[in-house]
């Protein structure tokens, strides 16, 4: 498996046949470092945590290129979120799902799990858009990826580590709206038992947020688990024990 990283919560797997974008907010996001051609080249599939606009970024008009080029795109989300986007332009692209369930994909499987966080849309006022989630993926011969979304610590992060045993966490470390460094580097330390790998999102994307992954990296230093910090645009195989 392959993991791009495109800036703030923005990833993308690559395995198999597939190529997965998860919370794809390129389009104002001042780190991402390519073009929305180049990072949605191949895609097969959209993955949505939550409604947050600066999730749910190119979504529609990635689904509407799709589209015209007579391919459909599902898009994985929670109904409301299926529903706002369907309003929006994506048509039938949205692929229901709610927290605790699996959905199989044609070649891996997504659960939603428990996030901490909010999730509206960007009208005034803000709609409602279900609640936020973390997604769970799971490929034959290929580690298991959590993205953790937007979310503050839980103790229940280590009940989700027991039942889907993850491999790879992404994790959200820019504080005001999710976890500080501080706090992530402790739920990896007395939550995540059995991951092998995290790597840190939700960062530097604004002023308001923490603005590198140093702190969190420092705090980890002692811990068998692997910080992987890539720069936006960075890529890394996850060539670990699949789970």
């Given amino acids: 498996m392959k993991i791009t990283w ?8 690559d395995f198999a046949d597939k190529a997965v974008l998860i919370d794809p907010f390129f389009t104002g996001n001042p780190r991402f470092p390519s073009t929305v051609e180049e990072a949605a080249r191949g895609v097969t599939h959209i993955l949505l945590t939550h409604g947050h606009s600066d999730h749910v970024g190119d979504t529609v008009s990635l689904v509407e290129d799709a589209a015209d080029a007579s391919r459909t795109l599902p ?10 986007l369907a309003a929006k332009g994506a ?10 369930g699996s959905l199989d994909c044609g070649g891996f499987t997504v659960t939603m799990v428990r996030a901490d966080h909010s999730s509206g849309g960007d009208g005034k006022p803000s709609e409602y858009l279900g609640n936020p989630t973390g997604l769970i993926i799971r490929a034959p011969g ?6 953790m979304g937007d979310t503050d610590i839980f103790s229940d992060m280590a009940l ?15 504080d005001r709206f999710t976890m500080g460094p501080a706090v992530a580097a402790l739920a990896v330390k007395r939550f995540l038992p059995g991951v092998e790998v995290v790597v840190p999102c939700h960062y ?3 002023p308001i947020l923490v603005q590198d992954a140093s702190f ?3 705090a980890l230093a002692d811990h068998p688990v692997k910080v992987v910090v890539p720069g936006p645009g960075g890529s890394f195989d996850a060539n670990i024990t699949p789970a």
């Fill in 142 to 147: 290929e580690p298991t990826v959590w993205h």
């Fill in 75 to 84: 898009v994985v989300a929670n109904p409301e979120l299926c529903a706002y």
């Fill in 6 to 13: 495109f800036g703030h919560s923005a990833f993308r797997l």
């Fill in 216 to 218: 969190f990296v420092q």
């Fill in 91 to 100: 048509g039938n692209a949205g692929q229901m799902m709610n927290t605790g």
């Fill in 160 to 174: 989700m580590c027991e039942i889907h045993r993850p491999k790879v966490v992404f994790i959200p470390i820019g």
């Fill in 204 to 206: 530097g994307t604004f």
